[in-house]
């Protein structure tokens, strides 16, 4: 059975089901984050001293992230644009570059919080409130990473057969994953002011 | 889309991402300035919302969707900010308690 409007316009939406059904889901993750920085209000209002960010978070490691993911956006969408354009090559490029960045944001936060359970005394998710928001929220962060590097790697490698025989249908795919990773570095602009810096 | 038309939309995203590297280096060094908690918080999210309204806008086409993705952000944004004030309310609430 053919899936319908997965290329074409739904008439009624004016959008392919594909990519109402990503916005539908961007919304609930919307809710998700929303919930954790209702907490992170709650928790910061309801006590006389809040530590700043810097007095547990290294501030250029957190920036360097920062550039790193929206690097990774920019090359996500400019290999939507090359399936755009026919050039094959440079989706694989811009993919594989989209990939390299969203590990680098890994390994640097790898190094971030071995840096945090390696001090003397240990800081914990349960040390204090801080910190404990933080790791849930900057942790949930790093969930939404590991599960787009995931996609983006399958549409990088055995997925992208499907350009040889389905191209818009694959194109539309790209864009959707796209869409999804920008929202994933949309949540990590917020974060790293309200964590680090404020 | 027409080629032509991606073309002029790849030189946008070179600047909106020239734009983001910018801003990330106002957001830190907003965080350096001695204005106060409030003012401070204010202007480092006034900043990321710029921030975020480039992504969206550009990157995520938001500048030139559907209607039907319109109504499903107008939804999403009312519900996000009724959970964002809940614990001011909550705040509010307690504060006349006491």
């Not at chain 2, 990321?48 to 086409?61: E, G, T, W």
Request: aromatic content about 18%; hydrophobic content about 50%.
């Amino acid at each position: 059975m053919e899936i319908p409007f997965n290329v074409k316009e739904r008439p009624d939406t004016g959008l392919y089901n594909g990519k109402l059904g990503v916005w539908f889901f961007l919304a609930s993750e919307v809710m998700l984050f929303g919930g954790l920085f209702s907490a992170y209000i709650f928790l910061r209002n309801g006590v006389e001293y809040w530590p700043h960010g810097t007095d547990y978070l290294d501030v250029p490691l957190a920036t360097l992230n920062t550039l790193f993911l929206i690097s990774s956006s920019v090359t996500m969408v400019m290999s939507w644009a090359s399936l755009k354009l026919n050039d094959f090559k440079k989706f694989k490029l811009y993919c594989g570059v989209t990939l390299l960045f969203a590990l680098a944001f890994l390994v640097v936060k790898y190094f971030e919080y071995s840096a945090k359970f390696a001090h003397d005394p240990p800081y914990l998710p349960s040390t204090n409130n801080f910190l404990g928001i933080y790791f849930t929220m900057t942790g949930l962060h790093v969930l939404h990473i590991l599960g787009g590097m995931l996609v983006i790697g399958y549409y990088f490698g055995p997925g992208s057969k499907m350009w040889n025989t389905e191209p818009e249908r694959f194109t539309n795919r790209i864009e959707i994953v796209g869409l999804y990773w920008h929202f994933v570095d949309l949540v990590w602009i917020f974060l790293f002011p309200v964590l680090y810096l404020l | 889309m027409s080629p032509e038309e991606v073309k002029h939309h790849i030189k946008t995203y070179i600047i909106v991402f020239v734009a983001l590297m910018f801003l990330t280096v106002v957001t830190v060094a907003i965080s350096y300035l001695d204005i106060g908690v409030v003012p401070g918080i204010a202007l480092g999210l006034f900043v990321a919302s710029i921030k975020a309204s480039l992504v969206a806008c550009y990157f995520m086409h938001l500048i030139d969707e559907r209607t039907t993705i319109y109504w499903t952000l107008i939804a999403t944004a009312i519900s996000f900010l009724i959970l964002i004030f809940l614990p001011i309310g909550a705040m509010l609430a307690q504060a006349r308690v006491y």
